[in-house]
């Protein structure tokens, strides 16, 4: 074959993917933002979609809407509200509902992949528990969850909810500033933790690289790189370009607060963990051999 019809065959097969059935990207229903929630007794799904009739000044949107018995239920009734062939191809934010526990999230994850089959830049929040307007407030908070991935450098991918037997981790959204994190194990209640542990938690998880947080009671500001190294149990916290910020008069061991606060988050994650969130029971098994029990895991902070 020549290097001119198989430069034709590659533009037609973008073009099918990109158009799909013979219809054109423009005259579809572009879906960005798929979000969950649960109310009296039923699930409450929104679809977040580019509004390609709202002109050329700047981004718009719109929403579709429904309830159902059943997340699949009420993701369906939502697409039967629209008018046009959905499109889900350019789909980059999933929500979940507040306090979802480990099954919310196999269940949820499962329905996106076999609905949407999203690409893996998909990113996955946990709502907060305020009182939203899908309308109203659908956008702003899409637009607040990819402002917060791309600040504090997150990012929790769809696949990451499957990557583990026994649990999966998940960024948390948060009306004011900074994330929550979610440890969701199997079989056990969800468990939040925000502020430095929060952070710390999605550095463990291999989800972010950097700290940007306060400490000490809110006294101090750290704001450093991130990057964390493995031997068996013993974890190093490799802080690069750190920076810590006095918010206060007061002149104190500003390192020494954040090392004895990094400290104590790591030894609440990793105390009774219901699941091997951060893997160090995998990579000892690597070691020594399946069903051996690791020993306690130790932290060493270094500055760098």
């Not at 065959?9 to 005259?27: D, Y």
């Not at 679809?47 to 579709?64: C, R, S």
């Not at 996955?124 to 307007?133: C, E, I, N, P, Q």
Request: proline share 4%; aromatic share 10%.
């Amino acid at each position: 074959m020549s290097v001119q019809k198989v430069k034709a065959c590659l533009i037609l097969c973008v073009a099918v993917l990109l158009c799909g059935c013979g219809q054109v990207l423009s005259e579809r229903e572009i879906v960005r933002a798929v979000f969950f929630a649960q109310q009296q007794g039923q699930y409450s799904v929104c679809l977040l979609l580019a509004d390609q009739n709202g002109g050329e000044d700047g981004v718009h949107y719109k929403t579709a809407s429904a309830r159902g018995a059943t997340p699949a239920q009420a993701l369906h009734r939502t697409e039967d509200t629209l008018p046009g062939q959905l499109y889900y191809g350019l789909l980059d934010l999933a929500a979940l509902p507040p306090d979802s526990d480990w099954q919310t999230a196999q269940t949820l994850g499962t329905l996106l992949y076999d609905k949407a089959q999203p690409a893996p830049e998909l990113s996955v929040f946990v709502l907060d528990d305020a009182a939203y307007s899908w309308a109203q407030d659908a956008a702003n908070l899409y637009e607040d969850m990819k402002a917060v991935e791309q600040e504090y450098a997150l990012h929790c991918g769809l696949q990451q909810l499957f990557t583990q037997a026994d649990g999966c981790a998940v960024p948390g959204y948060r009306i004011d500033s900074g994330y929550d994190f979610y440890l969701l194990a199997k079989d056990a209640p969800a468990r939040r933790v925000s502020g430095l542990p929060a952070q710390l938690a999605a550095v463990l998880c291999g989800q972010a690289d950097n700290f940007f947080s306060a400490y000490h009671d809110g006294q101090a500001l750290c704001k450093s790189e991130v990057n964390v190294t493995v031997e068996d149990t013993a974890v190093q916290l490799h802080l690069r370009d750190c920076t810590l910020q006095s918010l206060a008069d007061a002149d104190d061991d500003l390192q020494g607060f954040l090392c004895a606060e990094l400290q104590h988050a790591f030894a609440a994650l990793t105390n009774d963990a219901k699941a091997d969130f951060f893997h160090l029971q995998f990579w000892h098994e690597n070691l020594y051999g399946v069903g051996r029990e690791a020993p306690a895991p130790t932290l060493v902070v270094v500055f760098e």
